[in-house]
């Protein structure tokens, strides 16, 4: 049984498509189907008419902003329904969302495995070269650094920081608008916030689903920050 929260993207790649409805009204059928008849919950349902060659989609990327949002799974129709660039099938996992095809439901998981295989396999060969050149070195009577193999670098150490700022700053992006329609509706204090925030099933930061007032207040600063 599929469970969970859910966001749709639909997509055809012609204007002619998308005025009829041709192909949408299937692909909106497959994924219903793949949802149990929509027993479990789907947030919203976005439809585009754009190629698939093009990866600057706007409703793809605002149904990838909502699944962030709300810890929710794209499920599309069809793999090619996204898109035929694997390359780009992985920078959805960087950006932390999981998503599923409905006439393959282990396809997502299978291409971004393979190509985390490769990645992987690469990795394994640049180190054993890295090795191999220390190795050889070694034997030439070359004296290596005092440093320990592995370490990592400041550069890396400050990229690496720089790196999980954003990833923070992006998500209190992504939270401030359900905050600010909170506090428009009346609930200005940090704990009626985070009550709200709870009762629509956003995620904290951290993954979390229950919202303390710190959460909140945390959200605010590093939003006033940015902005400052």
């Given at each position: 049984m599929t469970s969970g929260k859910w966001v749709s993207y639909l997509r055809v790649s012609t204007g002619r498509q998308g005025a009829s409805g041709l192909g949408i009204e299937a692909q909106r059928n497959a994924v219903a189907a793949f949802l149990n008849g929509f027993q479990w919950t789907l947030l919203k349902e976005f439809v585009e008419v754009e190629s698939g060659a093009k990866s600057d989609r706007p409703q793809l990327i605002e149904a990838l902003r909502m699944c962030r949002l709300y810890g929710?799974?794209?499920?599309?129709?069809?793999?090619?329904?996204?898109?035929?660039?694997?390359?780009?099938?992985?920078?959805?996992?960087r950006a932390g969302v999981d998503f599923v095809a409905a006439d393959m439901?282990?396809?997502?998981?299978?291409?971004?495995g393979i190509l985390a295989l490769v990645a992987e396999q690469e990795r394994r060969l640049i180190s054993e070269r890295v090795k191999a050149a220390m190795a050889a070195a070694k034997d030439r009577g070359i004296k290596l650094g005092g440093k320990r193999p592995g370490a990592l670098s400041a550069s890396c150490r400050n990229a690496a920081a720089t790196a999980l700022k954003q990833r923070a700053d992006s998500r209190a992006a992504e939270?401030?608008?359900?905050i600010k329609a909170l506090q428009d509706s009346g609930?200005?204090?940090?704990?009626?916030?985070?009550?709200?925030?709870?009762?629509?099933?956003?995620?904290?930061?951290?993954?979390?689903?229950?919202?303390?007032?710190?959460?909140?207040?945390?959200?605010?600063r590093r939003s006033f920050l940015s902005n400052s």
């Open positions: 929710a799974k794209l499920v599309i129709a069809k793999l090619d329904r996204l898109s035929r660039d694997a390359h780009f099938l992985l920078g959805l996992e439901p282990n396809a997502n998981r299978l291409t971004i939270i401030m608008p359900a609930m200005t204090s940090l704990r009626a916030v985070a009550a709200g925030l709870n009762a629509q099933g956003i995620p904290t930061p951290r993954g979390s689903d229950t919202w303390q007032p710190a959460q909140v207040a945390r959200v605010l």
